[in-house]
């Protein structure tokens, strides 16, 4: 599976941006897809997840102002609002598969976004 992320950015606190997530290749064996993030000096942390039947689930620190969705095509969004200083980290794309029992897991390439206060 390949995944090319996009619409990172500038933003002021308070702002919104959308980050877009293009899957191809084998994606009939997804079983889920995330949106990670590491700031500098950080560990990258689990941001919001979607099973394959569209379950979600978010860290606490976003609950309320992101929102983890995905298309048919399998295109990964996560809606980003009331963006605060402390969401500026690059931003990575998940996809699991799940091909004979055994879990893969494939990464972006990242897309950057920061938060002005």
């Known amino acids: 599976v390949q995944l090319v992320e996009s619409g990172g950015g500038l933003v002021q606190a308070g702002g919104s941006l959308r980050l877009t997530c293009a899957a191809s290749g084998n994606i009939f064996s997804l079983n889920h897809m995330s949106w990670h993030r590491q700031a500098p000096g950080k560990q990258r942390e689990l941001v919001a997840l979607i099973t394959n039947v569209g379950s979600t689930n978010y860290v606490d620190s976003v609950k309320g102002r992101f929102t983890i969705s995905k298309d048919a095509k399998n295109t990964l969004y996560l809606q980003m609002n009331s963006l605060k200083p402390e969401d500026t980290a690059s931003y990575f794309c998940?996809?699991?598969?799940?091909?004979?029992?055994?879990?893969?897991?494939?990464w972006g390439q990242g897309t950057q976004v920061t938060v002005s206060s």
């Open positions: 998940v996809a699991v598969t799940l091909r004979g029992g055994t879990y893969s897991s494939n």
